[in-house]
């Protein structure tokens, strides 16, 4: 497979030189992540677009392309105009998404100079890969974390049957937090363009699913929405790392972390290493390790604190603050508890190269990874894949991504000073059978599932998305398909249409006095029943009041309340069930009561049936009450002639053994032609009895018992209007 990889960075930083231009290797797990992926996984060939990490003027940028060329780096440098970068970086990505994402609401900036250049530079990623696509090529395009949350929508603009898979690095906060993002829609509908988007844990998928129900109204299935007119999935893929490389011991590594423990006079070590930054925790843990040596006078001059602290956006004053804060801590732990021959903190403010890192995990009696909130934290995967020699006890925050899966850690909540302090004592004083009992059990997890298996099976997972489109799309109605059936139908000498109202010939509304026919709706009907032969027969779960005083112009025929009542266009209405008073009264005052508990919602009376509409209710609370209403109707109709259906954001109670497939048989009497379109789940009922050769529709993508499937209400007019005009 060839794979298109977008992201913020390249996994190279452009450096300049007195001799021009060099490569250094960009820092961050996502890169070292996706490098490894790319070169142990059956990825055939691919193409890395990012920024090239520094600002380059043009004839840089052109240096910089001949270097990519030369060197095969199968890499598109994308050039972003300082200002506007600066605005999109360090502005809308990291003061507004950043802080909201880390469910720190009250950091985020909301600026709308700041959007505006987020907008225009993801528009600038677009046009980078439009540049390089080929339309014949079965390419997957892969779009990483949230600078380029809206790729995915503006890449579907242009590339509309492209395999497009989305994937956020940091947590996805709850509902209630990212419904505060004044441009919460057009950051949903941006990754709404993706065919699969991806999370860390599933917290982080249940909070997007969330947030989709809440802020657009869009209703899903375990994950899977239809957006429009495609399916979307959302799942969780726990991202992993290169456990080998970690596992099997780095060159050098080994040697350095024997130096580190003789230069410290083999003291008890706690390490510390993350990247300059507020989420991370680490004025807590300073805190945590003050009290622990105010309480362990004992522990003095046997323990140490490696904190190492890795630079990160020093332009921003924050980030300044925040440095000067731990140095000062850092300066009175020291000056507190120190003496001339200990020093109860080291402190570095410098980038490790991997050889350094691992050594400093081998060293480590106790590893502290303590985030207010993390996406992953590959630091705590990387520490227990290290520890082949089974020692060493890592305390890790609860709040990060990677807890879900690293149980066997301590884990602590880095609010709470005192728990993690005493966790540093617990972890300390860990008898070495149960530091090896833990890590063995981490270590397998991680093992198995490694960066590879976690690339493969976002990738596995987004071919599974497009086989179903494709599944759906080969029964689309495409235009000799249509062609076809007019013949067919021009043909037959006893034709019968069921046609279904709301969804299909009109679009569903919020309320359903609210979908009145149109002029054209009311047309196209009325030439079909004129048409020699031809019975249409409106198939709805409506009223029949309401059927008839829209269509009293218009000879069709009808089968109303999903099947209840019936009417031939020359005969009167046909009852086909009964409801009696004393049930209807029961279905009532149970439905009453869940109107009162779901604001916007309400109840529907039919001759036969009583209906339950959430349409407008706030879809997170529905999704609670409308599972409370379902099995209390259950309750209530068991052992009845009643069933509970559940429609499209409808609740109904009806009679057994009665719906749209059953009434639909007495009109298909000696017609060589029976067609049947339908967008609800009721419609399937009908699909599924109809005789064997009948031309049955879909609308909308979603499976379905039916031959074959139109996108939209729209196209099922412009259908119809090839059957009238032949």
């Excluded at 949903?188 to 988007?197: I, Q």
């Excluded at 109860?344 to 980038?351: A, G, M, T």
């Excluded at 063995?440 to 071919?463: C, D, S």
Aim: proline fraction near 4%; charge should be neutral.
């Amino acid at each position: 497979m060839k794979i298109f990889i977008i992201a913020n960075r390249l996994p190279f930083t452009a450096v300049r030189t007195s001799e021009g231009l060099t490569l250094k290797r960009s820092p961050g797990g996502l890169v070292s992540g996706l490098e490894t992926f790319i070169e142990k996984s059956k990825i055939e060939e691919y193409l890395w677009f990012g920024w090239p990490g520094t600002n380059l003027n043009k004839k840089e940028m052109d240096e910089l392309g001949k270097i990519i060329k030369e060197n095969n780096l199968n890499c598109v440098a994308v050039s972003i105009p300082e200002k506007k970068l600066d605005k999109f970086y360090n502005g809308f990505c990291n003061k507004t998404l950043w802080p909201l994402f880390h469910n720190l609401p009250s950091m985020a900036v909301y600026d709308k100079n700041f959007w505006q250049n987020y907008v225009e530079v993801n528009r600038i990623f677009l046009n980078a890969v439009l540049s390089e696509w080929k339309s014949e090529e079965d390419i997957y395009i892969w779009v990483h974390d949230y600078h380029l949350m809206l790729l995915p929508s503006m890449l579907r603009e242009f590339l509309p049957d492209a395999n497009i898979g989305f994937f956020l690095h940091i947590p996805f906060p709850p509902s209630e937090t990212f419904a505060q993002l004044p441009w919460r829609k057009e950051v949903l509908e941006g990754l709404l363009g993706a065919d699969l988007v991806g999370f860390h844990t599933y917290e982080y998928t249940n909070n997007f699913i969330h947030s989709v129900s809440k802020v657009l109204g869009l209703e899903h299935n375990m994950g899977t929405f239809i957006y429009n007119d495609r399916v979307v999935k959302s799942d969780t893929f726990p991202m992993g790392i290169d456990y080998k490389l970690f596992n099997s011991g780095v060159k050098d590594a080994k040697e350095r972390s024997i130096g580190i423990k003789q230069a410290l006079g083999n003291k008890k070590i706690i390490f510390s290493v993350d990247r300059l930054d507020y989420t991370k925790g680490i004025y807590n843990r300073l805190l945590a390790y003050e009290d622990f040596l105010s309480r362990r006078p004992d522990l003095h001059s046997k323990v140490v604190l490696i904190l190492n602290v890795v630079p990160s956006r020093e332009g921003v004053e924050q980030y300044q603050r925040m440095k000067k804060q731990i140095e000062e801590k850092v300066s009175e732990i020291n000056g507190r508890f120190g003496s001339i021959d200990w020093v109860p903190v080291l402190y570095h403010y410098r980038s490790l190269n991997l050889e350094e890192l691992v050594a400093h995990y081998l060293a480590s009696d106790v590893t502290l990874v303590t985030p207010i909130k993390d996406g992953m934290n590959l630091v705590a995967k990387e520490f227990v894949a290290s520890r082949r020699d089974l020692k060493g006890v890592l305390v890790l925050s609860e709040f990060a991504g990677s807890a879900k899966e690293l149980g066997e850690a301590l884990l602590v909540n880095p609010n709470s000073i005192e728990e993690l302090s005493r966790s540093i004592e617990v972890a300390l004083e860990m008898p070495s059978e149960e530091q090896e009992s833990r890590l063995k059990i981490m270590q397998e997890r991680l093992r198995r599932y490694n960066i590879v298996k976690w690339g493969e099976e976002f990738t596995e997972a987004l071919k599974r998305v497009k086989r179903e489109r494709n599944k759906l799309k080969a029964k689309e109605l495409n235009e000799r398909l249509m062609k076809k059936i007019v013949d067919i139908f021009r043909s037959a000498k006893r034709r019968v249409l069921f046609i279904d109202y709301d969804g299909t010939l009109v679009p569903l509304a919020r309320r359903p006095t609210m979908a009145a026919p149109t002029l054209e709706v009311k047309q196209i009907l009325r030439k079909l029943s004129l048409e020699e032969n031809t019975e249409v027969v409106l198939v709805s779960g409506r009223r029949k009041e309401e059927l008839k005083d829209w269509f009293s112009d218009v000879p069709v025929s009808f089968i109303a309340e999903h099947g209840c009542w019936v009417k031939h266009k020359d005969t009167e209405w046909i009852a086909k069930a009964n409801l009696s008073p004393d049930m209807r009264g029961k279905i009532k005052n149970v439905m009453e009561t869940y109107v009162d508990r779901l604001p916007q919602s309400f109840i529907e009376e039919k001759d036969f049936t009583v209906a339950f509409h959430y349409r407008n209710a706030d879809p997170e609370m529905a999704g609670l009450r409308v599972t409370e209403l379902v099995e209390e109707l259950s309750m209530l109709v068991a052992n009845t002639d009643l069933n509970v259906l559940l429609g499209s954001k409808v609740v109904e109670v009806r009679p057994a053994g009665i719906n749209k497939g059953s009434a639909s048989l007495s009109f298909c009497q000696d017609c060589d032609f029976v067609m049947a379109i339908g967008d609800d789940v009721t419609d399937e009922d009908l699909f599924k009895v109809l005789p064997e050769k009948s031309i049955t529709v879909k609308v909308g993508p979603a499976p379905t018992f039916a031959r074959y499937t139109l996108r939209s209400y729209r196209e099922t007019l412009d259908f119809l209007w090839q059957l009238v005009e032949g």
